[in-house]
């Protein structure tokens, strides 16, 4: 009882202070990211708060499972290292004891990480991409500043509007510049709005007059004009009728087995495995030797975590390519982890058995 109590309390201890760390230190780097990307006009001012909250609950099932990894082998190794776990080997106590303690402060984390990665992953990837396409597909009207020129999305009209209107979408003294495959033109009006037709949207010019030039010919023709309607390029938005896997619900992935779709679902109980043999994984990795100056079991540690996530992906990669099918991947990567697993906590088990026994001989 005092065994499990006190092991629990500190692994809880460790995991918390190292999910702090690493939430800051990721979420400092998602905020300069999404600055960057608002800075550059990929997404909107407004919408960078909210933005980094989709991204950072993506993100959040790796850091989860990082932080519990990290907390595992910094634990058990100060025990290590304090010759802690000497006296409870010489107790009787063996390696395997400890994973049951050890699974009961990991469960409630491993079921986190499946809720995130089975429904909130798709969730905030399908609102993210949302907020892009929204802040994307806006009408070139709407970003027009008074004053300023504004170049369409395409690149084909410049916009330039000599007063706004309090109303949406309404201006006074506008200015298009539209360029053709063979001819250029220049359109004035006293006032302009927006007007929807079907999906696509139109720049309705009121009172003015369109002037065109013919650049094979070089023709000029001046034409005035009470109502002109200008398509601006822009639809009203829609969702996509064909959704990337990555935004589409767990339960969608089964109904329709792509490709794509089976390497979707790779990545996400990728995600679900890898947590749960990270834990086991951490309980052999964490024996040191105490009587070394430099111990560098973390460091060995941190490097098999990315090569099992890189791992993760590569069997995304070839699940969604079609080179492997999904249950072999997953039994590869993941079967192949958890009997390495529990062939190295059988391993350091019986390594602390016999380490005894070597020493009472030499004494002998």
Same mark, same amino acid.
């Given at each position: 009882?005092?065994?499990?109590?006190?092991?629990?309390?500190?692994?809880?201890?460790?995991?918390?202070?190292?999910?702090?760390?690493?939430?800051?230190?990721?979420?400092?780097?998602?905020?300069?990211?999404?600055?960057?990307?608002?800075?550059?006009?990929?997404?909107?001012?407004?919408?960078?708060?909210?933005?980094?909250?989709?991204?950072?609950?993506?993100?959040?099932?790796?850091?989860?499972?990082?932080?519990?990894?990290?907390?595992?082998?910094?634990?058990?190794? =100060?025990?290590?290292?304090?010759?802690?776990?000497?006296?409870?080997?010489?107790?009787?106590?063996?390696?395997?004891?400890?994973?049951?303690?050890?699974?009961?402060?990991?469960?409630?984390?491993?079921?986190?990480?499946?809720?995130?990665?089975?429904?909130?992953?798709?969730?905030?990837?399908?609102?993210?991409?949302?907020?892009?396409?929204?802040?994307?597909?806006?009408?070139?009207?709407?970003?027009?500043?008074?004053?300023?020129?504004?170049?369409?999305?395409?690149?084909?009209?410049?916009?330039?509007?000599?007063?706004?209107?309090?109303?949406?979408?309404?201006?006074?003294?506008?200015?298009?510049?539209?360029?053709?495959?063979?001819?250029?033109?220049?359109?004035?009006?006293?006032?302009?709005?927006?007007?929807?037709?079907?999906?696509?949207?139109?720049?309705?010019?009121?009172?003015?007059?369109?002037?065109?030039?013919?650049? =094979?010919?070089?023709?000029?023709?001046?034409?005035?004009?009470?109502?002109?309607?200008?398509?601006?390029?822009?639809?009203?938005?829609?969702?996509?009728?064909?959704?990337?896997?990555?935004?589409?619900?767990?339960?969608?992935?089964?109904?329709?087995?792509?490709?794509?779709?089976?390497?979707?679902?790779?990545?996400?109980?990728?995600?679900?495995?890898?947590?749960?043999?990270?834990?086991?994984?951490?309980?052999?990795?964490?024996?040191?030797?105490?009587?070394?100056?430099?111990?560098?079991?973390?460091?060995?540690?941190?490097?098999?975590?990315?090569?099992?996530?890189?791992?993760?992906?590569?069997?995304?990669?070839?699940?969604?390519?079609?080179?492997?099918?999904?249950?072999?991947?997953?039994?590869?990567?993941?079967?192949?982890?958890?009997?390495?697993?529990?062939?190295?906590?059988?391993?350091?088990?019986?390594?602390?058995?016999?380490?005894?026994?070597?020493?009472? =001989?030499?004494?002998?």
């Amino acid at each position: 009882m005092l065994f499990d109590s006190t092991l629990r309390k500190e692994l809880a201890r460790g995991f918390g202070a190292t999910l702090v760390v690493i939430l800051t230190i990721v979420i400092t780097m998602m905020l300069i990211r999404v600055l960057g990307q608002a800075a550059n006009g990929a997404v909107a001012p407004t919408d960078v708060v909210l933005l980094m909250g989709y991204t950072a609950l993506s993100h959040l099932p790796t850091m989860l499972a990082l932080s519990l990894f990290v907390a595992i082998v910094v634990t058990l190794g =100060r025990m290590y290292r304090d010759s802690e776990m000497a006296i409870w080997f010489a107790s009787g106590v063996s390696l395997t004891r400890f994973v049951t303690p050890v699974l009961r402060v990991s469960w409630p984390v491993l079921l986190v990480v499946a809720a995130l990665v089975l429904v909130v992953w798709p969730w905030g990837n399908r609102s993210s991409a949302e907020l892009r396409d929204r802040y994307e597909q806006r009408s070139d009207l709407s970003r027009v500043t008074p004053g300023v020129f504004q170049t369409s999305r395409d690149g084909r009209r410049v916009f330039f509007v000599d007063k706004g209107s309090d109303e949406a979408m309404n201006a006074r003294g506008v200015f298009v510049l539209a360029n053709g495959d063979h001819d250029e033109s220049l359109t004035s009006a006293r006032s302009a709005h927006m007007e929807a037709v079907g999906s696509d949207r139109f720049l309705v010019l009121d009172s003015g007059q369109r002037t065109q030039v013919d650049r =094979r010919s070089g023709e000029r023709s001046l034409a005035s004009f009470e109502r002109y309607q200008v398509l601006t390029g822009e639809r009203q938005m829609q969702r996509a009728a064909n959704r990337t896997p990555k935004t589409m619900a767990t339960l969608d992935l089964l109904r329709d087995p792509g490709a794509r779709n089976q390497g979707e679902l790779v990545w996400r109980l990728g995600l679900l495995f890898g947590a749960i043999n990270l834990v086991l994984l951490a309980i052999g990795l964490a024996a040191i030797n105490p009587r070394r100056a430099n111990n560098w079991n973390l460091l060995f540690a941190l490097m098999g975590f990315v090569v099992y996530y890189n791992l993760i992906n590569l069997s995304q990669a070839w699940v969604a390519g079609g080179r492997v099918a999904l249950a072999p991947a997953m039994a590869a990567v993941h079967g192949g982890a958890l009997v390495l697993a529990l062939a190295l906590i059988w391993w350091r088990d019986h390594a602390a058995v016999r380490r005894p026994l070597r020493w009472r =001989r030499a004494t002998a």
